[in-house]
């Protein structure tokens, strides 16, 4: 099945948006100061009018959009949540957003849904029903999908990829392309103890849609161990701006989101991250 292509995102930045910061996207929208593009998580907006139609309606008449689900559990054993597909469905053909994505994780087991996007095992198996999932779900939407590599706090035994090579695995044989989160990148390899720079180089550039940057926290001391948190809950680090830049190096300007989830700032604050972005997209390759 060959499906159709939607217009991308910028290779700009783009922000999360929120409901405290409506208006204020709107007011820049006038000031010819806007954000490139912003981001939504879908599950918001399911129900079917009310005041966050409203200013989504308004906002997406100016900003290109893209949804970034945390529903459709695609690795559980019993398939997509169909109800979510049904409704994630509805609000594209809505709003046409320029890009769909979800997470390579599950959250829903046979009588429970559990509030967290939780780890997949990358064996053979799991990558053959995984693709399997993708592939329902894009012939629902009409549209290729982008699936975000994840935080990951363990390590299972026993795997029969490296994330990498499962995601790149998963792209060849589902047709759908990446979300990197360069911050799950950077989460993961300080909890499991790898090299977050060698893990990022591994990504293959084409293959990515989107990008996305955020802040998290470390928990912990010395004595009984730190754990990386991804809490989305602060600036970028400072190495996860080094890692934008290596990656942009390798690949050309991709659109990149800044993520603030908790905590969330002022509009002013979350754009001062966003200008950091856009200075990294507008140097040279090599610079």
């Known amino acids: 099945m060959t499906l159709p292509l939607f217009p991308p995102l910028p290779a700009r930045a783009g922000i999360g948006l929120k409901p405290q910061h ?11 100061a806007a954000p ?8 918001n907006y399911f129900g079917a009018g009310g005041p966050p139609h409203r200013w989504l309606t308004a906002i997406a008449e100016h900003l290109p959009m893209s949804f970034h689900s945390v529903g459709l559990s695609l690795g559980s054993a019993a398939g997509v949540d169909r109800d979510e597909l049904t409704a994630l469905a509805k609000l594209c053909d809505r709003y046409a957003p320029a890009m769909v994505s979800d997470h390579l994780s599950w959250s829903n087991g046979p009588d429970d849904k559990f509030p967290d996007l939780l780890p997949i095992p990358y064996s053979n198996a799991a990558l053959d029903h995984f693709a399997a999932e993708v592939g329902r779900v894009q012939d629902r939407l009409r549209r290729t999908m982008l699936i975000e590599n994840p935080s990951r706090y363990l390590a299972y035994a026993g795997d029969d990829w490296a994330e990498v090579d499962f995601l790149h695995e998963l792209c060849r044989r589902s047709g759908c392309g990446l979300l990197l989160d360069i911050n799950n990148v950077e989460v993961s390899a300080f909890n499991l103890g790898l090299d977050a720079a060698s893990w990022l180089a591994a990504f293959d550039p084409r293959l990515v849609g989107e990008v996305h940057v955020a802040g998290h926290a470390v928990n912990g001391d010395d004595m009984s161990g730190q754990i990386a948190i991804d809490d989305h809950g602060s600036p970028v680090r400072t190495s996860c701006w080094e890692l934008l830049a290596s990656f942009l190096d390798r690949s050309g300007p991709k659109p990149v989101l800044v993520e603030w989830d908790t905590d969330v700032p002022d509009y002013a604050t979350l754009m001062v991250e966003a200008a950091k972005a856009d200075g990294l997209l507008r140097e040279p390759a090599g610079v």
């Not at 409506?22 to 000031?31: G, I, K, P, R, T």
């Not at 490139?36 to 599950?43: C, F, G, I, K």
């Open 22 to 32: 409506y208006a204020d996207v709107l007011a820049a929208v006038e000031q010819g």
């Open 36 to 43: 490139a593009w912003a981001e939504v998580h879908p599950q």
